[in-house]
């Protein structure tokens, strides 16, 4: 299994940015993506982005240009940078990590990110 820790969120003004971490623990070798998801009230999750074991990347395009996902191997960890932060990014963000041959879901506990206006 994989245990996943997010922190960093926050309220930040717009036009702010702010980074949240994802530190992974447990069989971190089978991991193979790994991943942001945001959830707003009454609004169902959605991929905000993810990184893959080769160092792919993919973004919403709603955050294109404005977010940029890493990870640090060797602190089992991944970032997410969030810049020219938005109202419209308010939300509870989520890492995600989908580990083995199967291919399972783990998630993080949530972290709140507010933008204020």
């Known amino acids: 299994q994989v245990q996943l820790v997010e922190s960093g969120g926050g309220l930040v003004q717009a036009g702010g940015s702010l980074r949240l971490s994802c530190a992974a623990s447990?069989?971190?070798?089978?991991?193979?993506?790994m991943g942001w998801y945001r959830q707003a009230p009454g609004k169902q999750r959605e991929l905000v982005a993810f990184i893959t074991s080769g160092g792919r990347t993919n973004y919403a395009d709603s955050v294109k240009g404005r977010f940029t996902i890493s990870r640090d191997n060797a602190k089992n960890t991944v970032y997410l940078q969030m810049n020219s932060l938005k109202p419209e990014d308010t939300a509870v963000y989520y890492c995600n990590a989908e580990y083995g041959s199967s291919w399972y879901d783990s998630w993080g506990q949530g972290t709140q990110v507010t933008v204020s206006s």
């Open positions: 447990g069989n971190i070798f089978s991991i193979n993506t």
